[in-house]
């Protein structure tokens, strides 16, 4: 088939995605960007999701914030020792800020220790 030829998850019209050249431009970007990058994304779906944002409660759902906390949390956990103390030390904390917002969003709070992400970062007081 060639790259005109429509597929079932290309319609037509579209230009098939140039893996090779993707691959290449990953492989230029350090290691320490791509965490650091998946890490303000995930900060800044989080903070959607707490309705931290203009549109505010429109956005809001503490489930998905959980979520996205907690996985934030672990990807820090996980790579604070690949990515320094000069990018893991802010990314640390707008994790709390989160993990507080979290705190303050709930009706019922979690008791210290058990919000999302405390089981990477222990308990957040707020």
Same mark, same amino acid.
């Given at each position: 088939?060639?790259?005109?030829?429509?597929?079932?998850?290309?319609? +037509? #019209?579209?230009?098939?995605?140039?893996?090779?050249?993707? +691959?290449?431009?990953?492989?230029?970007?350090?290691?320490?960007?791509?965490?650091?990058?998946?890490?303000?994304?995930?900060?800044? +779906?989080?903070?959607?999701?707490?309705?931290?944002?203009?549109?505010?409660?429109?956005?809001?759902?503490?489930?998905?914030?959980?979520?996205?906390?907690?996985?934030?949390?672990?990807?820090?956990?996980?790579?604070?020792?690949?990515?320094?103390?000069?990018? +893991?030390?802010?990314?640390?904390?707008?994790?709390?800020?989160?993990?507080?917002?979290?705190?303050?969003?709930?009706?019922?709070?979690?008791?210290? #220790?058990?919000?999302? #992400?405390?089981?990477?970062?222990?308990?957040?007081?707020?």
């Amino acid at each position: 088939m060639s790259d005109a030829t429509p597929t079932p998850e290309q319609p +037509a #019209g579209e230009q098939a995605p140039d893996f090779d050249a993707m +691959a290449r431009d990953i492989a230029e970007v350090p290691a320490v960007e791509v965490i650091v990058t998946v890490a303000v994304n995930l900060m800044s +779906a989080a903070a959607v999701k707490l309705g931290l944002t203009e549109d505010g409660d429109e956005h809001k759902d503490l489930d998905e914030a959980r979520k996205l906390v907690h996985a934030l949390a672990g990807l820090l956990d996980a790579g604070a020792t690949e990515i320094s103390s000069f990018h +893991a030390a802010p990314l640390r904390d707008g994790l709390k800020s989160l993990q507080l917002a979290f705190r303050e969003a709930s009706v019922v709070p979690d008791e210290p #220790g058990r919000g999302p #992400g405390e089981k990477y970062t222990g308990p957040v007081y707020g």
